[in-house]
């Protein structure tokens, strides 16, 4: 049995080799960068103008109005002073420019143009480079794209990225109990919905499952099962059959798959017999079956793991202290995640913690981390890992 922080240590610590891809751009969201992204110009690219509106030359109230520009004109104007040239926004300015005057500001009468202020050098110009310039670094190696992130890079005229490959994931769910949802269920059985909440929090996080199997309690079943998902896989999932019960087989049979383990037992609640393996470059978790456990265990360690494999800086979930809206004594022996809401500023721990339910989770959008045996009073600072 290990401690929360052990296991999050030999978690965080292993040896790693992201694997890299090239991808289309908009299919990077959310992948991390294998190589910096170096501006091949800077941006703005050339002088242009912020507003629709007048180029002027020179400072005064009144000018003369020489040709238009639109935004993507190629056209090169030269004003002399005294001079203005109708505007618009993104166009690029013509030479000579001192400020460019928003519209509302100006009066027309004939070609003469007549402000109601005058201009102040510089004005609504936005200069060539003033956000990055050529071969700046704009965003380094590692950095996890965002819907800006695709934003920029497009503005730079790439459309192919190097990014971090994601990890390829498998899942295995063990049970002779479990049932497909839709099919009938008889006395003593329940409805299989581990696999179905552990894809989609690998999908919310960006991860996508390749597959799943669902295997009876039979040692030779998950021996053959576990050796089978095993190839071509880089993490792989189980759920069930790893506590202590004359059904629990999944241990034994990673272990006659030449899977190593790293930990066996983490001293928490829920998810106490959460194991952790690798065989080479495929990782092993083994969740336990009660379903707050498994995706509560999926949350604080499986996470940090995905993260890691593909390249990204994030190492878990996000996490933050939030004062709590009531008394509360964790009665538990162990450290405990608790689920709990977060409303405006304030945190709520929810009814129903035991490990097989899951509304309470569904319904909340936070885990609290509380010592064992520890009483905490409303106002005081918790621990919450967001989950939503
Ligand atoms: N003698 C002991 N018994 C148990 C211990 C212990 O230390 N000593 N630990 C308990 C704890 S804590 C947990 S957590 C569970 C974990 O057991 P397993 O990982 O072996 O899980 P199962 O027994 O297979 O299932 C537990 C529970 O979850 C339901 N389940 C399983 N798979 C699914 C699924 N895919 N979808 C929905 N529900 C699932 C299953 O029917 C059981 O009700 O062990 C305790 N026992
Ligand atoms: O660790 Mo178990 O998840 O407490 O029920």
Redesign the pocket.
């Known amino acids: 049995m290990v401690t929360i922080e052990e296991a999050l240590k030999i978690i965080k610590g292993q040896q790693v080799r992201p694997k890299t891809e090239c991808r289309k751009l908009k299919d990077c969201l959310g992948y991390s960068l294998s190589k910096d992204i170096i501006a091949p110009f800077a941006m703005p690219s050339f002088d242009n103008s912020a507003m629709d509106g007048y180029a002027l030359c020179g400072i005064f109230r009144e000018y003369i109005i020489k040709g238009e520009i639109a935004a993507g004109d190629t056209r090169q104007l030269e004003l002399k002073e005294g001079e203005a040239a109708r505007i618009f926004t993104g166009a690029k300015i013509p030479e000579n420019t001192t400020a460019v005057m928003m519209q509302e500001k100006t009066t027309v009468i004939g070609d003469k143009l007549l402000l109601e202020q005058e201009p102040r050098e510089g004005q609504n110009i936005r200069r060539k480079g003033g956000e990055f310039t050529k071969k700046q670094v704009v965003f380094e190696n590692g950095y996890s794209i965002t819907p800006a992130g695709i934003g920029l890079i497009g503005s730079l005229g790439i459309e192919k990225v190097d990014v971090f490959r994601k990890p390829v994931i498998n899942l295995i769910?063990?049970?002779n109990?479990?049932v497909a949802p839709g099919k009938p269920k008889g006395e003593g059985q329940?409805?299989?919905?581990?696999?179905?909440?552990l894809a989609a929090a690998c999908e919310k996080y960006g991860f996508q499952c390749q597959g799943k199997k669902?295997i009876e309690?039979n040692f030779e079943a998950i021996k053959a099962g576990i050796k089978d998902s095993l190839e071509n896989t880089e993490v792989l999932i189980l759920?069930?059959?790893?506590?202590?019960?004359d059904?629990?087989f999944?241990k034994q049979a990673l272990e006659e798959n030449g899977v190593e383990e790293l930990f066996y037992?983490v001293f928490q609640?829920?998810?106490?017999?959460l194991y952790f393996g690798r065989k080479e470059d495929t990782f092993v978790f083994?969740?336990?079956?009660?379903?707050a456990?498994?995706l509560s265990c999926f949350y604080i360690y499986v996470l940090p793991l995905l993260y890691k494999l593909s390249g990204s800086p994030k190492n878990g979930l996000e996490h933050y202290a939030f004062s709590i809206s009531h008394d509360f004594e964790n009665r538990s022996d162990r450290p405990s995640f608790l689920k709990a809401r977060i409303d405006t500023k304030e945190v709520a721990i929810l009814n129903g913690q035991g490990?097989?339910m899951i509304q309470s989770m569904a319904l909340g959008n936070a885990l609290i981390f509380l010592d064992a045996e520890t009483s905490v009073k409303k106002g005081d600072l918790v621990e919450c890992y967001l989950i939503s």
């Open positions: 769910t063990t049970g109990e479990l329940i409805y299989e919905s581990n696999s179905f909440a669902q309690d759920s069930g059959g790893i506590s202590v019960g059904y629990d999944v037992k609640k829920p998810g106490k017999p083994a969740l336990p079956g009660n379903p456990s498994s490990s097989s």
